[in-house]
């Protein structure tokens, strides 16, 4: 079975940076895709940062500027770097892998890790 497994999550103060971590059991490149969430409370969940299986990113329009996604491929492992953090950026974030199949996509998720932004 696929895991996602994040880490990183914590308080911050606004201005600040954070690097989000998700240690993946398979081969990152079994996945089209290696995507970032995030749910504030109250909110529906909403992709913030994405990575494909060629390298290319894409990034919501919160994100643009201020979260870089990267991998290292001999540890299974992509991250999220956050900085310039807002009190909006708090959220459960989330770690999300996608591949296709002969039944459609599959999707996987991790457990969530909390991100609080502090004024």
């Known amino acids: 079975q696929v895991q996602l497994v994040e880490s990183g999550g914590g308080l911050v103060q606004a201005g600040g940076s954070l690097i989000l971590s998700c240690v993946v059991s398979e081969d990152i490149f079994n996945f089209n895709a290696i995507s970032w969430f995030r749910q504030p409370p109250g909110k529906q969940r909403d992709m913030v940062a994405e990575i494909r299986a060629g390298g290319n990113t894409n990034y919501a329009d919160s994100a643009k500027g201020r979260f870089t996604i990267s991998r290292t491929l001999d540890k299974n492992t992509v991250y999220l770097r956050m900085d310039s953090l807002k009190p909006e950026d708090t959220a459960v974030y989330y770690c999300?892998?996608?591949?296709?199949?002969?039944?459609?996509?599959?999707?996987?998720w991790g457990q969530g890790t909390q991100v609080t932004v502090s004024s």
């Open positions: 999300h892998a996608r591949r296709g199949s002969d039944m459609g996509y599959l999707e996987y």
